[in-house]
């Protein structure tokens, strides 16, 4: 398994950025597909799922109106496009493929691959 995630940076607030990434070793399409932060100092987070056919989104409060997640089954990638971005974004950003238990969305499998950093400052 390899998921290889792109498009970090440094942003000022209210700026945007679109993070990519690209899946491999596994049935992609099977899964629905998930991103995932975590802040220094404190656990990674839940932020955004999309489902296998893209039909349906569901995101974290936080990023509720600001961020869109969306995948490219072919291609075997998939996106978070970041819009408005705050300086409580900052994070290290991880993408998974996603499953529902225990009433929230968590990782298949314990893989986590490199992640992106992403961060908000002026």
């Known amino acids: 398994v390899q998921l290889v995630v792109s498009g970090g940076g440094m942003v000022q607030p209210g700026g945007s950025l679109r993070l990519s990434c690209a899946a491999s070793g596994f049935t992609f399409s099977s899964y629905p597909t998930g991103w995932f932060r975590q802040a220094p100092g404190k656990e990674r987070e839940w932020v955004a799922t999309?489902?296998?056919?893209?039909?349906?989104?569901y995101y974290v409060d936080s990023v509720k109106g600001r961020f869109t997640i969306s995948r490219d089954n072919a291609k075997n990638m998939v996106y978070l496009q970041m819009n408005s971005l705050k300086p409580e974004d900052t994070a290290v950003y991880y993408c998974?493929?996603?499953?529902?238990?225990?009433?929230?969305?968590?990782?298949?499998?314990?893989?986590w691959g490199q992640g992106t950093q992403v961060t908000v400052s002026s």
């Open positions: 999309i489902t296998i056919s893209g039909g349906a989104t």
């Open positions: 998974n493929a996603v499953q529902w238990v225990a009433a929230a969305w968590g990782p298949v499998g314990g893989y």
